[in-house]
């Protein structure tokens, strides 16, 4: 049995080792290391960099475990290919695989499972709801038609799951917004070669104080959340924000005070165009609010203060 804090220790001794390569060159999480090139003369020098790394602080790695030279390979469970990130495909498998649960210890084991996909699944929390319902304490055991296909619909969403694009530095953000009298939802997404890819998915739901926000006050929420949801991939770049809600594409105009005023200081971080269309085109953040993924991790007072990504 290890020490508590180990993984801690090692994550903050890789990272001290691999100072300078990791985030540019190398993602590290604990043992595993991922080297990413985009030649093979570029990968051949930057590996001979974490092993000349490695061999100084005196840790070596086992042949038998590597990948070298790989176009695509599984890491954290995800396939990682230039396509972009993908569920493992033997993860989507156990998923399909998984029998019908008989109590509600075994819905937790196929949620838990099926739930650590759920950035691939749009409208995961409307999907799940039958299932996620029959672990509220006191609720008893049932298994109908309402369950079997919310068991079913899961499996099949997973196996169609999209790949995320990878975020490309170049082109400008797209960020689709929306919020319901229950919850947020928000896209990220790029134009790639003509092709409007996702990047990632979001939502949750609205604490109950939040419920009582005005139409617009909800809309700006929505966001405020979002942009710093995705921060890690586009604080610093363009990001166009669209949203269904006309008022907000004039907020710049506006002076603020209060809710908004703080909202208005956390958007000046943000290289932020509002651009207006209408709720038809705005499907899947309008999707993903009304059917949100628990959290708890609402926007705080503070959250201007201290400033994730899949």
Known sequence: MGLRNSPLTFSRLMALVLQ??????????????????????????RLRSVFQRLSEAGLTINPA?????????????????????????AKVKAVSMFPIPSDVTQVKSFLGLAGFYRPFIKDYGRIAAPLTYL???????????EQVNAFTKLKNCLSLAPVLAFPKFDLPFILHTDAS??????????EHKGNLRPVG???????????NYSVTDREMLAIVWALKYFRDIILGYKVMVHTD??????????????????????????????????????VAADTLSRAPIETSHPLRRDDAADFPFI
């Not at 590597?66 to 495909?89: M, T, V, W």
């Not at 998915?201 to 419920?211: G, H, I, N, P």
């Open 20 to 45: 300078g390569l990791i985030n540019d060159q190398v993602l590290v999480y604990l043992d595993d290391i991922l080297v990413c090139s985009p030649s093979i003369r570029d990968h051949e020098a």
């Open 65 to 89: 475990k590597c990948k070298f030279f790989q176009s695509r390979l599984d890491f954290l469970g995800h396939s990682i290919s230039a396509a972009g990130i993908a569920p493992n495909e």
């Open 181 to 190: 009298n229950v919850g947020l939802g928000a896209v990220l997404m790029q």
């Open 245 to 282: 809600h006309m008022p907000l594409t004039s907020l710049n105009g506006n002076d603020p005070y209060g809710r908004r005023a703080r909202y208005q200081d956390i958007l000046g971080d943000f290289d932020v165009t509002f651009v207006y269309i209408q709720g038809r085109a705005n």
């Open 201 to 211: 998915f979001a939502s949750r739901v609205l604490t109950s104080a939040e419920k």
């Open 135 to 145: 672990l509220k304490k006191d609720v008893p055991w049932r298994w109908d038609e």
